[in-house]
Nanobody
């Protein structure tokens, strides 16, 4: 199983970006997922999390601006980021727990980071 993150880039403050985390391999479904970010000199922090059957949760700093979602058919998790601020600048990572197609095992892993830079 592999997780491929994409969608980062440079955007002006107030703009939007959508990050994608695509899972590939012997996958039945994505059971849970989260988007994290790490700014230079800071610890990695959870930005948005989702688990099957539960409501999504968000860091206070992004509530009302970011939305995590999942496309079952594409085995992809998204992070829609609106009203971006310079303080949102960081490397963003996805993490997912995946039910494997065997139906008996879960895989948890990280995608590679994708850089988001918000200019003022």
């Amino acid at each position: 199983v592999q997780l491929q993150a994409s969608g980062g880039g440079l955007v002006q403050a107030g703009g939007s970006l959508r990050l994608s985390c695509a899972a590939s391999g012997s996958i039945a479904s994505i059971f849970a997922a989260g988007w994290y970010r790490q700014a230079p000199g800071k610890q990695r922090e959870l930005v948005a999390g989702w688990r099957s059957g539960l409501s999504a949760n968000y860091a206070d700093s992004v509530k009302g601006r970011f939305t995590i979602s999942r496309d079952n058919a594409k085995n992809t998790v998204y992070l829609q980021m609106n009203s971006l601020k310079p303080e949102d600048t960081a490397v963003y990572y996805c993490n997912a727990t995946i039910l494997l197609s065997s139906g008996n095992y879960y895989y948890t892993g990280w995608g590679q980071g994708t850089q988001v830079t918000v200019s003022s």
